[in-house]
Structures are given as structure tokens and as C-alpha cells.
């Protein structure tokens, strides 16, 4: 399953040939949408018990699989193709998360772990993973409130 993350890997798929921190913008101006999703918890690190981990960016269709350099998202890969440089909304949320320690962190099995990744890579998006977010946002509601 790890061999299977790792061919996402959009700088293995490059070759190397692209330098992603000279091209992916780093927004000193953040759009709104950036600040907000991060506020709204999208951005979500998944830590499984088998050592694997890998962060997602969970939107209001799809769910999808992030690094700091790469996105599955169709925005992303247009970019590539049309530019040369990789760059979208979901990588500068991610950045923008990271940078200021708001990255959401969940812990979860290995089996679990399993079905979200195979849901993510076949449907783009994970039912599993979802009920685990919004689980996360009732209960920050509830203690708020």
C-alpha cells in the first residue's frame, strides 16, 4: 500500500525535472477561501497504525490527496500540463495549515486505513473518512457551545 501512495508522488513522476519550492506560489496575500477552509478543518492528516500517514484536503465533492508539492486534484494537474509548475487552491491551504500548525490530525487502524485509501484512489472521495471529519467538527461545535 505504501508503494501505492508514494507512485501519487507527482516530483517522482516529474523526474526531478520540476522545482516545485521555486513554482508553487507561496501566498503572502492569502485568498479568503484559503483561510477559511483551513478555519474549517478541511485540510486533515490521517495517521494510521501501520506507520503510513497522508493528508488530504476534504472539499464539498471530493476528497483529495496533498503534499506540500503535489494535489490530485484536476486544477493541479491542468496547471502542470499548461505551465510546467504545479500549483492550486488546495496546495496553499495545506502550506497555509502547515505553516501555522492547524493541520487536523486522526488516528486510525490499518484496516481502516486500507479502505480509505482504496476509496479515495477509486471514488475520490471516502464515506469512511468524511463521518470521521464531521465527527471531529460536531465535537469542536458542541464544546464551543
Request: proline share 2%; glycine share 4%; charged share 25%.
Amino acid at each position: 500500500m505504501l508503494e501505492l501512495y508514494q507512485s501519487l508522488s507527482f516530483e517522482k513522476a516529474a523526474g526531478g525535472v520540476i522545482d516545485y519550492p521555486d513554482q508553487v506560489a507561496r501566498a503572502t496575500e492569502l485568498e479568503p477561501r484559503v483561510v477559511k477552509s483551513v478555519k474549517e478543518g478541511r485540510v486533515l492528516r490521517v495517521v494510521c497504525d501501520n506507520g503510513i500517514s497522508f493528508t488530504v484536503f476534504i472539499s464539498n465533492e471530493r476528497i483529495y490527496l496533498l503534499s506540500r508539492n503535489s494535489c490530485n486534484c484536476p486544477a493541479f494537474l491542468y496547471s502542470l500540463y499548461k505551465n510546467n509548475k504545479g500549483s492550486c487552491y488546495h496546495i496553499k491551504a495545506f502550506n497555509y495549515a502547515e505553516d501555522n500548525d492547524k493541520i487536523v490530525v486522526k488516528r486510525i487502524d490499518s484496516t481502516t486505513c486500507y479502505n480509505v485509501l482504496m476509496d479515495l484512489l477509486s471514488y475520490g472521495k471516502s464515506l469512511i473518512l468524511q463521518r470521521l471529519w464531521l465527527s471531529r467538527e460536531r465535537n469542536s461545535n458542541s464544546s464551543n457551545g
